[in-house]
C-alpha cells in the first residue's frame, strides 16, 4: 500500500469511528489532518474504540496528547543524532 493510500485508509477507519459516536465527519478528518501519520492516526483510532470518550473536548485533548509525544521523540532522536556526530568528532578531532 502506497503512502497516500495508507494514509487515506487510516483517515477514513478514524472518521468512520468518529462518526459512530456521534461527532462530526470534519473534526474527523480534522484530527486526522493534524495527526498526519497512519500510525498516530490509528493510535487516535484505537483511543476512540477503546475509551469511547463523550466529548469532543477530550477526543481533541487526546489529539494533542498523541502530538506533543510525537515532537517530543523527535526531538529526542535528534538530540541523539546531535551527541552522536559530538562524540565523533570528540573521538577522531576536528582534522587538520
Do not use: C, H
Given at each position: 500500500?502506497?503512502?497516500?493510500?495508507?494514509?487515506?485508509?487510516?483517515?477514513?477507519?478514524?472518521?468512520?469511528?468518529?462518526?459512530?459516536?456521534?461527532?462530526?465527519?470534519?473534526?474527523?478528518?480534522?484530527?486526522?489532518?493534524?495527526?498526519g501519520s497512519p500510525?498516530?492516526?490509528?493510535?487516535?483510532?484505537?483511543?476512540?474504540?477503546?475509551?469511547?470518550?463523550?466529548?469532543?473536548?477530550?477526543?481533541?485533548?487526546?489529539?494533542?496528547?498523541?502530538?506533543?509525544?510525537?515532537?517530543?521523540?523527535?526531538?529526542?532522536?535528534?538530540?541523539?543524532?546531535?551527541?552522536?556526530?559530538?562524540?565523533?568528532?570528540?573521538?577522531?578531532?576536528?582534522?587538520?
Amino acid at each position: 500500500m502506497s503512502g497516500n493510500a495508507e494514509w487515506t485508509s487510516a483517515r477514513d477507519e478514524l472518521v468512520t469511528e468518529m462518526i459512530a459516536l456521534g461527532f462530526s465527519e470534519e473534526l474527523g478528518n480534522l484530527v486526522a489532518k493534524n495527526l498526519g501519520s497512519p500510525k498516530a492516526i490509528r493510535r487516535m483510532t484505537s483511543y476512540l474504540y477503546n475509551v469511547q470518550p463523550r466529548y469532543e473536548e477530550i477526543v481533541v485533548d487526546e489529539m494533542l496528547a498523541i502530538m506533543s509525544e510525537i515532537a517530543a521523540w523527535k526531538e529526542k532522536k535528534a538530540s541523539e543524532e546531535a551527541n552522536a556526530a559530538y562524540n565523533q568528532m570528540l573521538y577522531q578531532g576536528l582534522g587538520e
